[in-house]
Structures are given as C-alpha cells and as structure tokens.
C-alpha cells in the first residue's frame, strides 16, 4: 500500500495529485498530435481530457494491485502543469510495477521526463517495496527511450510488430529494473 506525502519534490519539479483546475494545462499538451503519436490515443478534444482528468484525480494512493498513482507534474520554480506522471501496480505478490509519464513538447529535452521517472522508480522501490519495475514504450519513441535508461533502466525485450496501434502494427521496446539495481545506483 501507497499513501504517498504530498508533494513530492524533485530538484526542479513537483509531483502531486491531480485537480480539476488542471483541465487546461492537460489539455494543452493531451490535444497535441505530437503527443499522442506513439499513445494508444489520437489527441483529446477538451472533454475526453475532461474525462481522464476524472480518473486521474481518482488515482491518488495504491491501495491494492492492479490501480495506478496519477501524479500531475509542476515546475517547482513557476508552479506550470507539464507534465503527468503515472506509477502501476501490476503484482503483489510479484512485487512488480511500471511507470509511464507524457510531457508537453516545450519542455522536452531539458531532463524533466528523467527526473520525474526517478521519483516514480523511488515511489515503487521505497514507498511499495516493489522487486521490480518495468516501462514500455513504442519502438520508434526514441526519446522515451533514452529517458529510461538516463533514469537507470535496462533495455530487455524488443516485441516486433506485436500490438496494432492506430491502424498500423508497432513493435513494443520494454525496459526494467530491479530494486537491488536501483539501490545500487544511489
């Protein structure tokens, strides 16, 4: 069980559960075609974003397996919404989670995308005792990719056209780590 204390501080960001003023931060970058291109979803219009934002405030504690955490992410320095952040559950007694996060494109490249994955990874490793933690992403994501391993990751399995997305067969690229691997690293 996750009841994490909020926020959560990183360096530069803050983490913290979601709220319904954030409707049009989320949309701003949730709206996006370069977003959503390697999503399961095309761009939200303002009431799908409205949808999933309902969710998302929902996602605040892992109680039991199977829910996520759903954490929105600020800029420390300007309180700005750039991001969300998500940490799975998968398996209690696998001790086994993933983490996902999507960023508004002006503010990629700048390291935010690893620095919240690493409070993601802290969040499984010390808050759930998780064994160990995995991140998915589309094969052509290269960028996805590369936050992953900056945030300590190791690529394992490279699925070759195995899910049909938007029409078209995609490969799945899966990286993980375990706890004792993570603890090493800091």
């Known amino acids: 069980m996750l009841k994490p204390h909020h926020p959560i501080r990183t360096q530069r960001l803050t983490l913290r559960p979601f709220t319904p003023a954030d409707l049009d931060p989320l949309h701003a970058f949730q709206s996006l075609p370069e977003v959503a291109r390697y999503l399961y979803w095309e761009p939200r219009d303002l009431e799908q974003v409205r949808q999933a934002l309902e969710t998302k405030i929902t996602q605040s504690a892992l109680l039991e397996e199977g829910q996520a955490l759903a954490l929105a992410v600020e800029l420390t320095a300007t309180g700005e919404l750039i991001g969300d952040a998500v940490l799975f559950w998968h398996s209690r007694l696998h001790r086994s989670g993933e983490i996902g996060y999507l960023f508004h494109p002006d503010h990629h490249g700048r390291g935010y995308a690893t620095e ?10 010390d808050g759930l005792d998780l064994h160990r933690i995995t991140g998915r992403l589309d094969g052509r994501n290269t960028a996805s990719a590369r936050v992953l391993e900056r945030a300590g990751m190791r690529r394992e399995a490279h699925l070759v056209e ?3 997305v938007k029409g078209e067969w995609t490969d799945e690229v899966i990286y993980a780590i375990l706890q004792r691997e993570w603890r090493a690293r800091r």
Do not use: H, K, S, T
Not at 117 to 124: R, T, V, Y
């Open 162 to 164: 195995n899910e049909m």
């Open 116 to 125: 919240a994955a690493q409070a993601l990874l802290e969040l499984g490793f």
